[in-house]
């Protein structure tokens, strides 16, 4: 079995290509990130379901002890190790600070003491003085 890691352009979903519905678990095949969780045990990746988690009080996995070597990235490249497994999916569900415009540019906003930086890609950067 391999399970293919796959994201959109904004990681706002996450999925795994390959994975299927099991007993009291959610279907994992396409995942909103923010309600993704991911924890290791010994060489074993968890896919926690965060939303369920909070709401039942109890953890709830979308995948439990799902050995790393099971994992692919999205290129289908393999990963050395459970730490680098977990550190990807991690990436991918972690809340980003960066927004993307609808016409494809990227938006960086940077506090810097009573100042706020806003970059966009490719026009350029402005800082605003707060307060």
Known sequence: MSLKIKTDDLNVTISFEGSSSDGDFTDPSILLSRN??????????????????ISKGTTSYHMFNVPFSEFTKSNNDSFANVNECH???AEIISPKRNIISLDGSKINFE?????????????????MTLG
């Open 36 to 53: 993704v969780g991911v924890m290791t045990s010994g060489n074993n990746i968890h896919i926690v379901d965060a939303q369920r988690t």
């Open 87 to 89: 550190d990807y999916i």
């Open 111 to 127: 506090l810097i003491g009573s100042s706020l930086r806003i970059n966009v890609r490719g026009i350029g950067s402005t800082v």
